[in-house]
């Protein structure tokens, strides 16, 4: 409890405090009224701090903690009495430590230590006796600590370290039995690391080393059918493929001299698709890979213009800079990739406005400021962008209010504040936004309850305080997930 102490007084430095709005399903976008689900933290001066929102079967779950279990799972359907503890899984305030909340069918699986075991496997229905660990794949308190957990087909790939074999890639169908390493890559002790997981049909497309360094590998989930796909960097050096996306059935990726890259999960078809640096070693690798219909954005910088937006369609003629939108070399940095009905929204900072918010179509003259929120070069720093499809929700600062939860329809007139949670300049910093059904979670500081649970319907009557979880002023760290319509979430109760 001294570290999570510790972690809240950071926290509660850095930034006033976080707040959650969950949309549930079948609330009407016009009427209801935002409001605090629950104070699940009523002790002074702990907030709970709910993080890693995930709708699953109809409710939020998230991370959170409240005075008395530690950081934990939690799960709501948006009311106060609905806002409970799924299970306290370490008995006591040092919490489970758990991570990596991913929904595979009917179930939803997590990495957790429950004092025991270490950080292993978990998975949960949604109920307290349906939660438990999937397997102690490494024996005994060591931890296996899996990660990179992805859905491909129904089943669970990740990667774990069993202490014998070093960290390689498993799977897993939520059983002890059928939890099992799917191949040693890297033979003996050695780890392969997987990561940079893609799904690209029925196969799984990863970054690995073996003899040949760090390559682009596939999996079918069988030892004979993973292997891998291409050595981009000749002989026992690394081309270090990261970025792995999926778009429209080809994966795009940067790789060797951070380049750009595609593969339809073949040897010969894996190709560069252009080398977009003007220099033989890249000035800054190509980063935030978004697929947006048929089309790749990415943040790209050819040597020239900086850091700018990028598209790609997979060819090199269809790989351009989308606009120099801070003129020079000095690059707009656009970052926060947000799809939003087939339109790309994002922050960047120009000469002018500093760092706003922005969208584009893909092409120069559809790359436009869409509102300048903090007049001048501070800039509202839009951050946690989430959309429910139709409407961007993010968090900004014009410069009165403090960083409060905004909306945007694409239009400046349509970009306002949604609800100023605290009143005057001090801000709730709203953080950890999720979608839950047809509204929206989130973490915010109201002034009163501290960082705790919010819901809102995208109105400002209907943004409200669903639980305050700790019941204080302070600050807290938290997750939410929505799993098939239940908001799960991690969080501590101030003990």
């Known amino acids: 409890m001294q570290y999570l102490s510790s972690l809240h007084r950071i926290k509660s430095a850095l930034q006033a405090a976080i707040c959650i709005t969950v949309a549930v399903g079948s609330t009407s976008a016009t009427a209801t009224v935002p409001y605090l689900v629950k104070d699940i933290n009523s002790v002074s001066p702990l907030s709970s701090s709910p993080t890693s929102f995930i709708e699953f079967g109809g409710l939020t779950y998230f991370i959170t903690s409240d005075a008395v279990h530690g950081s934990e799972l939690w799960k709501s359907n948006g009311t106060e009495i609905g806002t409970t503890l799924v ?68 089943v669970l790939f990740f990667s774990a370290n069993d202490s014998t074999n070093g960290q390689e890639l498993w799977r897993s169908d939520g059983t002890d039995v059928g939890t099992v390493l799917v191949k040693d890559v890297y033979s003996g002790a050695i780890s392969s690391n997987p990561s940079d997981f893609a799904v690209l049909g029925s196969e799984l497309l990863f970054s690995a080393q073996n003899g040949f360094g760090i ?72 980063e935030d890979f978004l ?84 007049p001048g070069v501070d800039g509202a720093v839009p951050d946690d962008l989430v959309t429910n499809g139709t409407t961007l929700y993010f968090q900004a600062n014009d410069g009165v209010n403090g960083i409060e939860l905004w909306e945007s329809d694409g239009t400046a007139v349509g970009t306002v504040l949604l609800k100023d949670i605290y009143a005057g300049a001090n801000g709730s910093a709203p953080d950890s936004m999720a979608t839950f059904g047809a509204n929206f979670v989130f973490a915010a500081n109201d002034g009163n309850n501290g960082q705790e649970l919010w819901l809102s319907d995208g109105t ?36």
Not at 475 to 495: E, H
């Open 87 to 154: 299970k306290d899984i370490r008995s006591g305030q040092a919490g489970s430590s758990i991570e990596h909340l991913t929904i595979v069918g009917s179930s939803l699986f997590f990495i957790a230590n429950d004092g025991v075991h270490g950080l292993e496997l978990w998975v949960t229905d949604g109920s307290e006796v349906g939660t438990t660990i999937v397997t102690n794949i490494a024996a005994g308190a060591a931890h296996s600590t899996p990660s990179n957990l992805t859905d491909m087909g129904g």
């Open 215 to 286: 390559e682009l590998f596939h999996s079918d989930g069988t030892d004979a059918g993973t292997g891998i796909v291409k050595n981009i960097e000749a002989g026992s050096e690394s081309s270090f493929p990261a970025e792995l996306t999926n778009v429209a059935g080809t994966v795009f990726f940067r790789a060797y001299d951070d380049e750009l890259w595609k593969t339809d999960g073949t040897g010969a078809g894996t190709v560069k698709v252009k080398d977009i640096s003007l220099f033989s070693t890249d000035i800054a690798p190509l």
């Open 291 to 374: 697929a947006v219909g048929s089309t790749l954005f990415f943040q790209g910088d050819d040597g020239s213009n900086g850091a700018e937006v990028w598209v790609s369609d997979g060819t090199s003629g269809g790989t351009v800079m989308v606009k120099d939108i801070l003129s020079g070399g000095d690059g707009s940095f656009p970052n926060h990739f947000t799809n939003v009905g087939g339109t790309l929204f994002f922050q960047a900072s120009d000469s002018t406005n500093g760092t706003e918010l922005w969208k584009s179509d893909g092409t120069s003259g559809g790359t436009v400021l869409v509102k300048d929120i903090y």
């Open 460 to 495: 400002s009557v209907g943004t409200v305080l669903v639980k305050d979880i700790v019941g204080s002023a302070g600050p807290s760290m938290v997750y939410l997930i929505d799993v098939d319509n239940t908001l799960l979430l991690r969080a501590t109760d101030g003990l």
